[in-house]
């Protein structure tokens, strides 16, 4: 069975705090995925990864970091949690050896940034 | 840039109903459109794709189609059941180019009343 997990489900950090959001894929994908969800904005790309090591920018890129050391893992960083980071934070994986293919999903980690 | 919008952001239908949801893509080198549902408190799942060389796809109460002149693809749910309130998203994307990056629609909230 597929799987993408996520380190935590629900997490509440202070103002200025270092966050990490890790993200795991069991599938040997090459392409991870970092958005976050918010009501009425629907799913806004922060950072996606291509290969190890490698990581471009999405849409909204500012506040954020990313870091994949390893295949099977993407990390999110928050350098400085500021309380506009309180969102629904969702991972995903994809194939990029095949031209149509499904997006796996992680089951989120909902951040309150107080 | 590339861009998807998807209308309405809200369907409200009676049990038993047809629902259909809108998408428009920007991006005419799109050549893959997957549909992803989203239950309440659970991780986007895919539910129906279509490629650019299918005008449409079915299945069972499920159908897709795509008009590739005029750039919009839309969701069809015929006789809707209360099991079918979620959030849906449209994506678009393309390959080879864009990293196989999916470019989300900001969703349709669907209840269905029964």
């Known amino acids: 069975d597929v799987k993408v997990t996520q380190s935590s489900r629900y997490l509440v950090k202070r103002t200025g705090e270092k966050v990490f959001l890790e993200c795991v894929q069991d599938?040997?994908?090459?392409?991870m995925f970092w958005y976050r969800q918010d009501p009425g904005l629907g799913l806004r790309l922060i950072y996606f990864?291509?290969?190890?090591?490698?990581?471009e920018k999405g849409d909204i890129p500012e506040g954020y970091s990313v870091s994949r050391e390893k295949k099977e893992r993407f990390s999110l960083i928050l350098e400085s949690a500021s309380t506009n980071q309180t969102s629904m934070y969702l991972c995903?994986?994809?194939?990029?050896?095949?031209?149509?293919?499904?997006?796996?999903f992680g089951p989120g980690t909902r951040l309150t940034v107080l | 840039g590339e861009n998807v919008e998807q209308h309405p952001s809200t369907l409200s239908v009676q049990e038993g109903d047809s629902a259909v949801i809108k998408c428009t893509y920007s991006?005419?080198?799109?050549?893959?459109f997957p549909w992803y549902k989203q239950e309440l408190g659970k991780r986007p799942q895919l539910i129906i794709d279509?490629?650019?060389?299918?005008g449409e796809k079915k299945d069972q109460r499920i159908a897709v189609t795509l008009n590739k002149t005029a750039k919009h693809f839309s969701l069809h749910i015929t006789e809707t059941q209360p099991e079918d309130s979620a959030v849906y998203f449209c994506?678009?994307?393309?390959?080879?180019?864009?990293?196989?990056?999916?470019?989300f629609g900001a969703g349709t909230r669907l209840a269905v009343h029964p």
């Open positions: 599938m040997d994908h090459e392409n």
């Open positions: 994506a678009a994307s393309s390959w080879p180019g864009g990293y196989n990056k999916l470019i």
């Open positions: 279509i490629r650019s060389n299918v």
């Open positions: 991006d005419s080198a799109s050549n893959y």
């Open positions: 990864s291509y290969d190890v090591k490698m990581k």
């Open positions: 995903a994986s994809r194939s990029a050896r095949l031209i149509f293919n499904e997006q796996f």
